[in-house]
């Protein structure tokens, strides 16, 4: 039995649909996004330590901007993901 292009098509966009769900999206989203907070947290610990209330204003600030990361970057997949099931 020959596989053709189509039935792998076919296959990814059935297991899209009913494989993917939001939660599953969002929480690698999620992980992607805490991975880079951990990184950078290091750098904000060593670099705008300060006082306590410095790093507390840093750390603030960067959870902020990797909060709106996590939106955006969750956005783009979903986006694109659903581009792809249109072309496939």
């Keep these: 039995m020959k596989v053709r ?3 792998i098509r076919r296959l990814i966009r059935e297991e899209f649909l009913s ?3 939001e939660w599953r999206l969002r929480q690698d989203t999620a992980d992607f996004v805490d991975a880079i907070r951990d990184r ?3 750098y904000v610990l060593v ?3 300060g ?5 507390a204003e840093a750390l603030a600030a960067m959870n ?4 709106e990361l996590e939106e955006k970057v969750y956005a783009v997949l979903e986006n694109e993901l659903f581009a792809f099931l ?3």
Excluded at 51 to 55: G, H, L, M, N, V
Excluded at 64 to 67: F, I
């Design 5 to 7: 292009v189509s039935d």
């Design 19 to 21: 494989g993917v769900p």
């Design 40 to 42: 950078i947290k290091d």
């Design 47 to 49: 670099n705008k330590s």
């Design 51 to 55: 006082t306590s209330i410095d790093r």
């Design 64 to 67: 902020l901007v990797c909060d």
């Design 86 to 88: 249109r072309h496939v």
